[in-house]
Structure formats: C-alpha cells, structure tokens
C-alpha cells in the first residue's frame, strides 16, 4: 500500500464530532470539562467510547485497575499488539483536549485502518487510561503505571479522594455504571509497540509554526503532601505569641520552597495547587493546613537535590508548629524509543506535516508504558499553549493530522 493512503482514510469531521460528543459528558458552563476519574462522567464517556467501538466490531475489554482497551485484530492473532491512547478523565476546570485527544486518535487510527481495508500483522488496540490526571486521586498515571508493574495494584486500590472515597468502591461503581469484559489476572500484556498522541500543552508549535511535535523526552516529576500541624483556637481572643497557626506555619514553609526553587533559567518547575485548611472557620485559628507539591525537572539529580532542600526547609520553618512531608509519586524522566522517535519523525515528513523535535513538559501514560516496549509521542498544537483550563482549544485540522501521523506509525509498527 502506498504511503500516506491509510492516513488518508482518517476523517477530520468525524474525529472532530467525537471530541464534541465527549466534551458533553462532564461540560462545564464555560466549555471545559469536569471528567473526574472514576466518576459517573468518566463512566460515561468509557460507554459512550464502548458503543462506538461495539458499531465498528472492535472487541472491548478492561482490566482490574480499570484501563479500557478497544481492539482491532490482526492476521496473526498471537502476536503481541501494538497499543496507542492516553486517558479520558480531567482536571477539575480542565480541556476539551487533554487526554480525549490521544484516545480518540487511536480510535480514529483503527477506524481508519478498517475504513482503508488494510489487515495489520499485529492486533492494534486504542487505550483508555485509567486516572491520568491524578487531580482526584493520588497518584497520576495510575492505570499505566498499573499495567507496567510501576504500582501494586492492591497499593492503588486503597487510596482516598479529598472526600475520602477510596479507588476500589470509585472502580466498581464505574466498572458497574460502564461494563466491559474483565481481562484476568493482574493487569499488563506484552506489548510490541506503544504510542501516544496529545495536545502539546506549551506554546512552542504554535510559535514555530509547527504542526506535529516529534516527542523524544518527558522530564521527570515528583509530587508531595506537606502537613503543618498547630492548635486550634479563638480568633478573637488569643494572642499571637500564644498562637501556634498552622496556616502561617504552611506560608513560612511555602515562601521558603519558593525561593528555594527558583533558578536562572526557569528550568526547574514548582507548583503548590491545592490548600486545605482546617477546621475551616473564619473565627478558629486553624490547627492543621495541608498542601500540594508537584516538582519537574528533566534530571532526576536535581530533583533530588531540591528534595533534600524541601525537607530541610519543612524542618527548619515550621516552629512553633510541626510539619511533615512525605514525597507521593516520583516519575523519573523518560526518554523515548530512537526507533519509534525516527518513525514519527519519518512519517511526519512522508505527509509534508512541519515537524520539530520536542521534549514534553507535562507527564503522559506514555512514561510508564516506555520501559515495557519501544515507545513514543506525537504532539499537536493547542492554543495559546493553554491546557488544565477550560479555554483549552485545538483545530480540527491539527487533531487530524496528528491522528494521520499516528495511524501511519501504527501500521507501520504493526506490520513489524
Ligand atoms: C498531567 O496532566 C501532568 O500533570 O503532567
Ligand atoms: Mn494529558
Ligand atoms: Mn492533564
């Protein structure tokens, strides 16, 4: 078959009414998407991904930790497949774009294989990850690093929302709510090939002029939870040198991490995104605050100098309160697959897409599953750069080329 006719099987305007049709389930008022995982929406959307699948005769699946797989068969049904996709769930006020994107490329991708009647050797199967954002449950990229062995399994059933639901009742209310059929035993296939497409979330292809991002790196990340402990007590009457105010407490440390975190040339990336103070009265001093820490970098030795500076910092500022913190999830950075880097990067420029070599920024599934098999990314533009805000914004014709690249990778992965 002659280059580019798979991927020009792939239909702009179906791939675009897709992400119209998703963007309804968890809408929000100002054209983002609430999709928390393993909510009613997030259970929506893996049925409404399940019938679209059912009409083609793609066979779906889930396993125990909840990732959802579509396959697409192959002529020799043994070999092990070649897997692309990346997750449905969202940020609390997050995009149309994040995630759905990469899930809806690949569906597009086995669409358009069977719309073009082009038998791959290799099953193709889309994925829907499980808990990618990580915003609801700690931590992210849960269903992926699951499914590559990263996680235990039972470790991730048993952790709690801010509400205190743990994962495994979320899980079956969801399993229950959007059935497929169980895979057994613990989840994880051999995998020939993985590759992830996504909206790029930075500003650089639209400031190239640059329509696919050939991915060759995600740095590294780690998130924390730090805890300051004081006593509560009245507003009004007590005075400051007898007041041990865990919320100032969590300011003198969070002031200090700033600063501590700050480098030349902004490399470093620190975020503090969540706050809980408690009891939560305006006339009660608070006697306990808690927040967020997420930290990148794309050398896992200096975050793990700036970790020795966190603890330190948490030792030193928290008097007359005490402090903790206690390090979630460390993801170290990935680099891609030369293989699968050059076939992107080859096929891009078979369809005549501007292309650029690109590290990412943000963490994808695709960090986890790249220690199982080669693998890869393939980024496209959004506006602006802007994502995990609900103006999030893409182009249709940027979504479809992105999705050609990917089919074309695919196939020829899938033929290996
Ligand atoms: C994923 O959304 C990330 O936080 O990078
Ligand atoms: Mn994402
Ligand atoms: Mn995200």
Not at 111 to 121: F, N
Not at 170 to 196: Q, W
Not at 198 to 209: F, M, S, V, W
Not at 342 to 362: E, F, I, Y
Request: with cysteine; hydrophobic share 40%; proline share 6%.
């Amino acid at each position: 078959m002659a280059e580019g006719s798979v991927a020009g099987a792939v239909r702009e305007d179906r791939l675009w009414q897709r992400h119209v049709d998703m963007a309804k389930l968890g809408g929000t008022p100002r054209g983002g998407v609430n999709r928390q995982a393993l909510s009613a929406e997030d259970a929506a959307a893996r049925n409404l991904l399940g019938t679209w699948a059912k009409a083609r005769g793609f066979a779906t699946f889930t396993d125990t930790i909840g990732n959802l797989f579509v396959r697409r068969e192959g002529t020799d049904a043994k070999a092990r497949p070649v897997l692309s996709g990346s997750h449905m769930d969202s940020q609390p006020t997050g995009g149309r774009f994040d995630g759905m994107y990469g899930v809806l490329a690949a569906f597009e991708a086995l669409e358009a294989l069977e719309d073009a009647g082009v038998r791959t050797k290799r099953p193709v199967v889309a994925v829907a990850w499980t808990n990618e954002e990580g915003s609801r449950f700690q931590p992210g990229a849960m269903g992926s690093a699951v499914f590559a062995g990263q996680y235990e399994l039972e470790d991730m059933l048993q952790m709690k929302d801010w509400k205190g639901v743990v994962v495994k009742e979320a899980l079956v209310e969801t399993l229950k709510a959007a059935p497929a059929p169980m895979r057994d035993g613990k989840p994880g296939f051999p995998l020939d090939g993985y590759v992830e497409a996504h909206i790029e979330q930075g500003p650089r292809l639209e400031n190239d002029k640059k329509t696919i991002g050939v991915v060759t790196a995600i740095q590294g990340s780690r998130r924390y939870i730090v805890e300051t402990l004081g006593e509560e007590a009245h507003a009004g009457t007590t005075p400051r040198a007898a007041r041990k105010d865990a919320f100032a407490a969590a300011l003198r440390v969070a002031q200090a991490m700033y600063e501590a975190t700050t480098d030349k040339d902004d490399t470093l990336r620190f975020t503090i995104g969540r706050v809980d103070v408690a009891p939560g009265s305006p006339n009660t001093v608070p006697g306990k605050a808690t927040f967020t820490i997420d930290m990148r970098h794309p050398s896992d030795a200096v975050l793990e100098a700036h970790e020795k500076k966190l603890k330190e910092i948490v030792a030193a500022k928290a008097a007359p309160c005490t402090a903790k913190i206690e390090r979630v999830n460390a993801v170290a950075p990935t680099n891609f697959d030369p293989m699968v880097i050059d076939l992107v990067r080859a096929k891009t420029n078979a369809l005549r897409l501007p292309n650029m070599d690109m590290p990412s920024g943000a963490g994808h599934d695709a960090m986890h599953i790249a220690g199982l098999c080669p693998a890869g990314m393939i980024f496209v533009p959004c506006e602006r750069g802007i994502s995990h805000n609900e103006s999030e914004n893409a182009v249709p014709a940027d979504l479809a080329a992105g999705a050609r690249v990917l089919v074309e990778v695919l196939t020829a992965l899938a033929n290996r």
